[in-house]
């Protein structure tokens, strides 16, 4: 049980194109769905914070017109890298935790390079 | 904000070898949570503790909720090579359970 799905796995796109990620909790309800991204060697970094039907809590630094999050269901959550540019490569995961729990579940991430 | 300090940060052993590695803090917590990464892969949940003293194992795998509740310790028994990659102690805090990570542990296995 407790498995998250991302998708896509890996994206490669131009720069100035925005891309879409989706991230969805396949046997459980997630209250709440977070998005890290991940430098090479280092430790997951907190993007956001969703719970579903709100608003995404983003944390300083984090520009939220640049990253959308939408967290429309239960069980899928999107994030939305616009208008990309060759920094914003790098690697996103996804994680969702149901209602009355602390742990968290990650999806397998997505590798973003932009050109 | 919180800080959790893991150590080793890295670690070469010798296949069949036992491993240990830690958290600490200067905070109390409720729960404690250990995960592994693998190259290219997201987080996997090895052990979750959720009270002071407790002792639990996932097979070769065995972490413990330290009693003072500012610490854990996470031990892996009779290494193996697929056992590779990079643990991280976590722990979650505040409304949403936002977890703040330690910096993790690299292993390195030699068959």
């Known amino acids: 049980g407790a498995v998250v799905s991302q998708h896509p796995s890996w994206v490669i796109c131009k720069s100035g194109t925005s891309v879409k990620i989706e991230c969805r909790s396949l046997?459980?309800?997630?209250?709440?769905m977070f998005w890290y991204r991940q430098f090479p060697k280092q430790s997951l970094m907190l993007m956001a914070t969703s719970n579903e039907g709100s608003k995404a809590t983003y944390e300083q630094g984090v520009e939220k017109d640049k990253f959308l999050i939408n967290h429309a269901s239960l069980t899928l959550s999107t994030l939305t890298v616009t208008s990309a540019h060759p920094e914003d490569s790098s690697f996103y995961i996804c994680s969702a935790r149901a209602s009355g729990r602390a742990e968290q579940y990650f999806g397998p991430g997505t590798r973003l390079t932009v050109t | 904000g919180q800080q959790l300090n893991q150590s080793p940060q890295s670690m070469f052993i010798q296949e069949g070898e036992d491993v240990s590695m830690n958290c600490t803090s200067s905070?109390?917590?409720?729960?404690w949570l250990w995960y592994k990464q693998d190259p290219g892969e997201g987080p996997v949940l090895l052990i979750a503790?959720?009270?002071?003293?407790e002792l639990t194992s996932n097979g070769r795998l065995t972490a413990q909720f330290g009693i003072t509740r500012k610490d854990s310790f996470l031990n892996i028994s009779a290494s193996i090579p697929s056992d590779v990659g990079i643990y991280f102690c976590a722990v979650p805090g505040g409304s949403n359970y936002k977890l703040t990570f330690g910096k993790g542990t690299l292993l390195t296995v030699n068959p």
């Open positions: 046997d459980f309800q997630a209250t709440t």
């Open positions: 905070s109390i917590f409720n729960t």
């Open positions: 503790l959720y009270k002071a003293g």
